[in-house]
Structure formats: C-alpha cells, structure tokens
C-alpha cells in the first residue's frame, strides 16, 4: 500500500495520474443532472424586474436584465442555457452588438417597440418570438408608449464550457437598417427568391408572431395531440424546418381543459414560462403549481408530466437543448404508460 501511494505521489509530480486514484467503485448506469427541478414565481420576477427599472440605466448595464438563477447551478436555470427577463422603457435603446450566444426572446408585455437584427427591424408584441442567431447584430428601440418586457433565452453557458465565445458591439450604438420592414417574412417564406441560402447551420433572424401561433393552435387545438406534451408546437428554422436555433428548440405548449400527460423523461432539459393559464408539472415525485408568468425548469432524465385541471387552457412558452443532444447523438428519451 505504502508503495501504492509513493507511486500516486511519483505519477502527481509528472502531472500524471493513475486511473486507480479516480475510480471511486461507482459508475453512474445513467445520466444525474447535477441540478435540481425549480419554480419562480410571478410575483418574485415582476418585482425585481419593476425594482431594476425604478434603479438601473441602461447607461449602467446594457441590458436590464434580471436572471433566474437555479440554487443548485448558481448562475443559469439549465447546465446549457439561461432564462432572463429583460425590460425596455418606452424611449429606451438597447445598443447594437453580436456574440457568439445564439438567443431568443419571447414577448410577455407590451406593444410596438421593434428589436433590429441584421438590418432588418421587427415590430414586437406580446406573445411573438424573436430569434437573433449566433453572430447577428441586434438592438433593441422601444419606440413605443409602453414598456415592454420580454423573456431572453441564451445558450451562454454552454458557449462558456467550450471557451468559444466572441462578442462584438457595433460602432454605431444603432445598426442601419437596410432591410425593409417584411424582408424575412417574404424572402423565408416557402415562395423565396433563389439567392436564400439554405446551407448555413444558422437560421436567419426571425419575428414569429403571435397571432400566427395562435392560429396555427387554434386550428390543432381539437387534434388528440401528443400523450407526453399535449399540443406542442415548434418556432423551426424558416429555411429548412430543422430546429429554432442548432442550440436550442423554443415553442409553445398547449394543456387543454382537464388534460394530463403521460410521464417521460429525456436528455434534453427544458425550462418553461407560464404564458396563460394554471396548472402543475410533477417532476419526479414533486409537484409544482404554476399559474400565468411563473417560470419552472425540468432537468435532464427526471420523469415529468403535466395537468391542467382547470377549464381554461393552459399555454406555456418552452425552451429546450434537444437540437444540441441530438445533433451529439446523446438524445435518449423513456416513456411511461
Ligand atoms: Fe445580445
Ligand atoms: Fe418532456
């Protein structure tokens, strides 16, 4: 044994180590997220984010931006990517830069600010999604007489885990605009001009409005649906269908009157903001009660379903890395019946 350790110390001294030393006698047979399932409430969230306008200039920070910080990660919902809340005043602008973090933004309130991303500026209201992929320029103009909040989804730390984040603010605080206001909707529609790229693994920045999601739920909404996530519809890549960002997978998630999951459980970890509507999530043997702008995230491989016992709908706005385990070949899902 004495021998054991002098050869330990020897291998230490060469910066080197026996896997002996590392081998504890456990190997895990299956994924354990290093994070636990947790909830913020409205009422939390819309307090700070009220207080950071009263005290907080975007002279002093560029964005006003609270995060929901899970206990157990300290710094971001998920071990892959972060949640915030960010406010703009009316007469307020966010200035133009880009980064290496892919990012979405999910309106919760307000009407008729405009986010720029890449020369192209997008009228914004409650309810419409807005991606600005890796490397677009965007900034944010609240030209409007409300103040606008709105959910920012970022896959920041894991661009922090593969050390490969670039961020570049314009020279200008606001970027031209040279894209005419329908650009993307007509040149990313299923009737393009010639000269749209679909080779680039980055989608085009992209406004989804609201009231085509609404549309589209209303006319799936009576359809039997997923037994695992009720009615569940995918903000995709314009150009080729494939994932909202190679990052992450955003949508919004329908609970009908009295509707109850089945239970399942996946790689991929998802956060979910309560847009409309009550209900809970039961995330392995926990239950979490959620009602409107409550946020909650369901870690890695925890079995999950969801109930809405109410008569009114229930609809979430949800944010997944399953692009990411997917494109690693790491996606594994069980399902229970
Ligand atoms: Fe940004
Ligand atoms: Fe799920």
């Not at 005043?89 to 986010?115: L, Q, S």
């Not at 909707?185 to 010639?194: A, D, T, V």
């Not at 990052?247 to 009157?257: D, H, Y």
Request: net charge negative; with cysteine; charged share 25%.
């Amino acid at each position: 044994m004495e021998e054991l350790k002098e050869f330990n110390e020897e291998l230490r001294k060469k910066n080197l180590r026996g896997f002996w030393e590392a081998y504890q006698g456990e190997v895990y047979s299956e994924p354990l997220s290093s994070y636990e399932p947790y909830l913020w409430k409205w009422s939390d969230v819309h307090d700070a984010i009220n207080k950071a306008g009263e005290v907080i200039g975007l002279e002093l920070s560029s964005r006003r931006v609270i995060r929901l910080c899970n206990p157990s990660l300290k710094t971001s919902v998920a071990h892959t990517f972060v949640l915030n809340l960010q406010m703009l005043k009316p007469g307020e602008h966010a200035v133009a830069h880009r980064h290496t973090n892919g990012a979405i933004r999910f309106v919760i309130k307000g009407r008729g600010a405009h986010v720029v991303v890449e020369g192209e500026s997008f009228e914004i209201e409650e309810g419409d999604f807005v991606t600005t992929p890796n490397w677009t320029w965007h900034d944010h103009i609240n030209d409007s007489d409300q103040t606008m909040l709105w959910l920012d989804g970022l896959d920041a730390p894991l661009v922090r885990m593969l050390q490969v984040g670039f961020h570049e603010p314009h020279k200008e605080k606001k970027q031209p605009i040279f894209r005419p206001e329908g650009s993307a909707l007509h040149e990313f529609s299923p009737i393009r001009p010639n000269w749209v790229r679909t080779d680039s693994i980055q989608p085009p920045g992209y406004c989804y409005k609201w009231k085509d999601t609404e549309r589209v739920l209303k006319s799936v909404g009576e359809r039997p649906g997923d037994p695992y996530d009720g009615i569940l519809l995918h903000y995709v890549n314009p150009l080729t269908g494939g994932p909202t960002l190679p990052t992450l997978s955003c949508g919004v998630q329908m609970f009908r009157p009295g509707e109850r999951t089945k239970s399942h459980r996946h790689t991929s970890s998802a956060v979910y903001h309560v847009f409309r509507g009550k209900g809970a999530t039961i995330i392995g043997d926990e239950r979490f009660e959620w009602e409107t702008g409550d946020s909650f995230v369901v870690p890695l491989w925890r079995f999950h379903r969801h109930e809405n016992l109410t008569d009114q709908e229930a609809l979430l706005f949800v944010m997944t890395d399953k692009p990411l385990m997917d494109a690693l070949g790491f996606y594994r899902e069980e399902r229970q019946d």
